[in-house]
């Protein structure tokens, strides 16, 4: 066990796991938030471009779009992001990640838009106030409040995703190295719990911090 | 209610004029994006008819490599949901128990599992496991990595749904089943988990979406999936990337419409709802995210 501890960089692994998750985090809130705006939009052309985006990404394993960032866009298509193979597969992975999530962030948001009820808006209008004011006074902090639980459950979900990176980032990632140690060292049952626990820290606090701030958050209706 | 209506007023003339120049710069950012990946495609030589003609004229594309890839894909995916219902139903009443230990032992298997990323089970499994096993075929060790892994994860997500499907019944429901003289357990069985699991349908689908992405991690085990067979189509006649844009259309294809179908279900629970009374269908995309 000091052995395997020793011997390969279980650290090194979580440490690339956590950059991965933070990069494509900020990556999938922003594309995800341009996504969501057009889809609440009241131009067709902007709603069918967002819905579109979201029912093609959701729709697709995150594996293959992880091969088809080397095997496809960076050997055929040759865009890569750097000529050094493990920097191009990083920077890849973190696109694909963010492109991915950007789906389920549009939805949360749109979900939290929903949660809105008619009155709230008809109520907004008809004590006087403009389109700016409405959006920016009543209907927004209500939809952000709603999106709190559905944002959080995507974060958890982009955090175990990251490990999918192992496809194109190998044993630097934490999947790939369980495999490699698996692989060379035989079973054992002690090294897969360090990786699980890792995991579970990573996302079990995350869970019930979330759970809390959106009961603190909830629009009592 | 549409979105629309409660963000935004009935457009008058200059809204309109806004949003006839948005309908413009929305059409050039979709022209713009699909000609750059024309360009860039026909750049690098992609748009060559003998690249995308054997989809259509060569049989073996799909006798040989693609519907084979689909089966296994749907076999793993299937397979996976029935345990994983054995699973979930089993640790969801567990979760649900009158006994303090029950609970808490359901509660900590359930909530591991569910924070476990399923490409580390199936790593473990296949690697540390089922390939090394004597007493399994060595050409069924992929299927099992990809089946128990997706089991466990899933089958956790479910036992989830499960206790809040019971959760979102009206109290008096159990209180009716424990006043006409039912156990604990027979208020369970035959009053609140008939009505829960009709609310978790609509999600129960969602998850299938789930489950049936998540066999392309089988790649990683060598499981001969769809995504294993894009891999080795697009080598064998040279074009990796038609081949894994075709497949990506048939995932999409098929969860598509498993979604249409969820939304289907759910519309028809909540209109039972309506009429009778009963537990509200539980939301459907919390569940389709993994």
């Not at chain 1, 790939?176 to 060292?185: D, K, R, V, W, Y």
């Not at chain 2, 806004?18 to 750059?36: I, M």
Request: proline share 4%; aromatic share 10%.
């Amino acid at each position: 066990m000091g052995d395997i501890l020793s011997n390969y960089d279980i650290l090194g692994a979580f440490w690339v796991t956590i950059q991965l998750s933070v990069l494509s985090a900020v990556g999938a809130l922003v594309l995800g938030t341009v996504l969501a705006v057009f889809r609440v939009s009241p131009v067709g052309v902007l709603r069918f471009l967002g819905s579109f985006y979201v029912n093609t990404v959701r729709n697709t394993p995150l594996t293959l779009l992880m091969l088809f960032s080397i095997l496809g866009i960076t050997y055929i298509l040759q865009i890569p992001f750097s000529q050094e193979a493990s920097r191009n597969a990083y920077w890849w992975a973190v696109v694909m990640l963010a492109v991915y999530h950007a789906a389920f962030v549009c939805e949360a948001l749109r979900s939290g838009v929903n949660t809105i009820p008619a009155g709230q808006a008809e109520a907004a209008r008809s004590i006087g106030l403009t389109f700016g004011q409405s959006l920016r006074e009543v209907l927004l902090p209500q939809a952000f409040r709603g999106a709190v639980a559905p944002l959080g459950s995507t974060l958890i979900a982009l955090i175990k995703n990251t490990t999918v990176a192992a496809v194109i980032l190998g044993t630097a990632e934490s999947a790939g190295l369980l495999a490699q140690i698996t692989e060379n060292e035989g079973a054992s049952l002690p090294t897969f719990f360090i990786f699980a626990l890792g995991f579970v820290i990573l996302t079990l606090p995350l869970g019930v911090g979330i759970t809390s701030v959106s009961r603190r958050l909830a629009v009592k209706r | 209610m549409s979105t629309e209506n409660v963000l935004f007023d009935a457009p008058g003339p200059r809204a309109r004029l806004r949003h006839n120049v948005l309908t413009g710069v929305g059409v050039l950012l979709l022209l713009g994006g699909l000609w750059l990946v024309y360009s860039k495609m026909s750049e690098r030589n992609q748009l060559q008819g003998y690249q995308w003609s054997p989809f259509v004229t060569d049989s073996a594309v799909w006798s040989d490599y693609l519907l084979p890839g689909l089966w296994e894909t749907i076999k793993a995916a299937l397979i996976s949901m029935v345990l994983a219902g054995a699973y979930g139903l089993v640790f969801g009443m567990g979760r649900l128990s009158h006994l303090t230990w029950v609970r808490w032992v359901s509660g900590v298997v359930v909530e591991f599992f569910r924070s476990v990323p399923v490409l580390l089970m199936m790593v473990f499994f296949f690697f540390g496991w089922f390939a090394t096993a004597t007493w399994l075929p060595n050409q069924y060790a992929p299927l099992a990595a990809v089946v128990l892994g997706l089991t466990l994860y899933n089958g956790s997500v479910i036992a989830e749904l499960v206790r809040s499907g019971v959760h979102s019944l009206p109290a008096g429901q159990a209180e009716a089943g424990l006043s006409i003289g039912l156990s604990p357990g027979q208020t369970m069985r035959s009053i609140q988990l008939p009505q829960a699991l009709r609310a978790m349908l609509p999600a129960l689908i969602g998850q299938l979406v789930v489950i049936l992405k998540d066999t392309a991690l089988g790649t990683i085990v060598l499981y001969p999936e769809l995504l294993t067979a894009a891999k080795t189509l697009g080598s064998g006649y040279a074009n990796t990337v038609q081949a894994y844009l075709v497949v990506a259309l048939v995932y999409i294809l098929i969860n598509y419409t498993l979604t249409k179908v969820a939304g289907f279900v759910d519309g028809r629970v909540k209109r039972r709802q309506r009429g009778g009374g009963g537990a509200a269908p539980l939301p459907v995309t919390a569940a389709a995210e993994g």
